[in-house]
């Protein structure tokens, strides 16, 4: 997802990393007195606790009236327990008003509060389950997104959009909200007359009724995780291209936009075809090939990766690094979805590098040029959270360490393991968890297999510690020998501790670090040195003196840079 309030700031941003220019610090704080102002008006719904369940199928059956604002649905859970339980319980917020609970076709008792439906049926290990929920309602909007049902208007004509990400979907429909759990869905979504509904999958029908209303029927058949399902019902106008895969299958891209923005539409998206064949080539081909990969212009400002149904504000809809963005999740995020809130920058850190991947390959751009354009380059900047996200409950509390400190964690990566082990990292990542579920852990392991060896060090001081290292830097050249001695010192000055799992690793950044010797007649070489200790001196004996050295030129490591040494 990108919310548009930080992805235009973003891009304004362009720093060197010793100094901000004076609009660029007013730019950071008016950011973060947004940050602010949401933080003070956020209300969350309590973390997923897992059952011990996996839903297998979602058929949703909903009836919106959108000038009303109301819907009422009717939706079935299959699926089997996977160890003993007493009751079923389902999310459900209880704004929405539940009317009957159907298992295995027969009304049964039920519960509703504390936003879960309680089904007192007891399920053995293994044994399957069909349950319906009937229910109607006004759905809550909630969270700092924010997230939920929205009923908004363009040119006059009514709107109905969904934004579930992270935890919305039981604010318009019954599922067991946890993102681990995914399953197939049937998505029915019956409409009054003039309405167009988009949605995940494939479009199977369109069911007229005598009173004008229709219902269209779009089915997932892929495994989808709850906050990825997705419905948009408006006057919507469409058009169509065609992606081709590198094995020539074809595949529809289907836009559906408001009349008023067609011309626009047609204009910007067809980048959308570039975006899927570059991630191709790079990750694997597009995960969603037997159906489709389309956008769907919603009232939100900014864009949601809605499986094979990307949801776009009509403020992005030319925005190119957003288009590129939604169309990396389908990858990142919606084949390969986080296993916990905690694990969002494996969505968000690898859809923005996308954005710096899709610019290198199609403009011939320098990656580590875009993302130092991203950075303050201040250890207790923008970038200073942790990249892990801390608060399940509110994992897009931190949004600048989540995709652009996240997006630098995978270019340091690419920067350790070298171009070609780190990208046949990403696809031995993106092949093994396909269609499933990621944690932090399971990245770093097959990075650490492409590595040759453990990674944990890495982890522990970019993903899961704050800050990032403060560095100060000096060399000298004397003549030794028949040679020459440089002498290179190097100083890390951050205060903050790395904690390390193993006890025998410094508490600080270890990192190789490339020093460029420039010569006078103009000739230049790197050496890349392993600096692993807080104050280390490297001399090298050289045949001829350098008559400059710089620290990190091509800037693959984040870090902040002082000009003066600290006396310890
Ligand atoms: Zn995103």
């Given at each position: ?7 235009l ?16 610090v007013s730019r950071i ?6 940050r602010?102002?949401v933080?003070?008006?956020?209300s969350?719904?309590?973390a ?6 996996d839903?297998?199928?979602?058929t949703?059956q909903?009836?919106l ?14 699926g ?8 079923l319980q ?5 704004a929405?008003?539940?009317t ?6 027969a009304?049964?008792?039920f ?11 007891p399920?053995?290990?293994g ?22 049902m ?10 109905v ?14 599922c067991?909200?946890?993102?681990a759990d995914?399953a ?20 199977e029908?369109v ?8 219902t269209?029927?779009w089915?997932?058949?892929?495994p989808?995780?709850?906050y ?7 006057n919507?106008?469409e ?7 590198q ?15 067609l011309e626009r ?5 067809p ?6 064949r ?15 990969y389309?956008?769907?212009?919603f ?8 499986q ?24 990142w995020?919606?084949?390969v ?13 690898f ?5 710096i ?5 199609a403009y ?5 040029q875009?993302?130092r354009q991203?950075?303050?380059?201040l250890?207790?900047?923008r ?13 897009f509390d931190?949004?600048p360490?989540i ?25 031995e990542?993106?092949?093994?968890f396909?269609y499933a ?7 770093m392991?097959v990075?650490?297999e ?5 990674l ?6 970019w ?7 403060i560095y100060?830097f000096?060399?000298s ?6 040679g020459?001695?440089?002498r ?10 790395i904690?390390?799992?193993d006890p ?6 270890i ?18 040195l ?8 490297f ?7 350098p ?5 990190d ?16």
């Amino acid at each position: 997802m990108i919310r548009c309030a930080w992805g235009l700031w973003l891009f304004g941003l362009l720093v060197s990393a010793r100094a901000l220019p004076p609009e660029a610090v007013s730019r950071i704080s008016e950011a973060e007195k947004w940050r602010e102002r949401v933080d003070a008006g956020v209300s969350t719904r309590r973390a997923v606790e897992p059952q011990p369940l996996d839903v297998e199928h979602y058929t949703l059956q909903i009836t919106l009236f959108p000038e009303a604002r109301r819907i009422a649905g009717r939706v079935t859970l299959r699926g089997r327990a996977m160890a003993a339980i007493e009751s079923l319980q389902v999310d459900l917020l209880t704004a929405l008003t539940v009317t009957r609970v159907l298992w295995e076709g027969a009304p049964v008792a039920f519960a509703h509060a504390d936003d879960r439906v309680r089904v007192l049926m007891p399920l053995a290990p293994g044994q399957s389950f069909a349950v319906t929920i009937e229910y109607a309602g006004e759905p809550a909007i909630l969270g700092r997104l924010p997230s939920g049902m929205f009923f908004s208007a363009h040119s006059g004509f009514p709107v109905v959009a969904t934004l579930s990400e992270p935890n919305g979907a039981p604010a318009w429909w019954p599922c067991v909200d946890d993102p681990a759990d995914k399953a197939t869905a049937d998505i029915e979504v019956t409409v009054p007359p003039g309405y167009v509904v988009a949605s995940n999958g494939l479009l199977e029908e369109v069911r007229p009724h005598p009173d004008g209303w229709r219902t269209y029927v779009w089915r997932e058949r892929y495994p989808i995780a709850t906050y990825l399902i997705s419905i948009t019902a408006t006057n919507f106008v469409e058009f169509s291209d065609v992606y081709q895969a590198q094995d020539g299958t074809t595949m529809p891209l289907l836009y559906y936009v408001y009349p008023e923005h067609l011309e626009r539409a047609r204009r910007a998206f067809p980048i959308t075809r570039e975006a899927l064949r570059v991630f191709a080539e790079i990750f694997g081909e597009y995960p969603f090939l037997a159906e489709k990969y389309g956008m769907a212009e919603f009232p939100w400002d900014g864009a949601m990766e809605h499986q094979t149904m990307t949801s776009i504000g009509s403020s992005a809809l030319t925005h190119v690094d957003t288009i590129v963005h939604e169309a990396a999740h389908q990858w990142w995020g919606n084949m390969v979805t986080l296993r916990t809130w905690h694990d969002i920058w494996l969505n968000e850190g690898f859809a923005t590098y996308s954005e710096i991947l899709f610019r290198e390959r199609a403009y011939g751009a320098d990656p580590g040029q875009l993302l130092r354009q991203r950075d303050d380059g201040l250890a207790s900047g923008r970038l200073r959270g942790t990249v892990y996200a801390e608060e399940a409950t509110d994992p897009f509390d931190d949004i600048p360490a989540i995709y652009t400190k996240g997006a630098w964690v995978l270019h340091m990566l690419r920067y350790l393991l070298g171009e070609e082990r780190f990208f046949a990292a990403l696809r031995e990542y993106g092949r093994r968890f396909a269609y499933a579920n990621a944690s932090t852990e399971d990245f770093m392991r097959v990075c650490s297999e492409f590595y040759g060896d453990s990674l944990q060090w890495f982890f522990e001081q970019w993903v899961y510690a704050p800050m990032r290292p403060i560095y100060a830097f000096a060399w000298s050249v004397q003549p030794e020998g028949a040679g020459y001695r440089l002498r290179l010192r190097v100083q890390q000055q951050q205060t903050h501790l790395i904690a390390r799992r193993d006890p025998a690793l410094p508490p600080i950044y270890i990192m190789p670090v490339e020093f460029t010797l420039r010569y006078a007649d103009g000739t230049s070489e790197v050496r890349r040195l392993w600096n692993r200790a807080r104050d280390e001196t490297f001399d090298l004996l050289l045949p001829r003196p350098p008559v400059s050295v710089t620290f990190d030129e091509r800037g693959w490591i984040l870090k902040e840079m002082r000009a003066d040494f600290r006396e310890r």
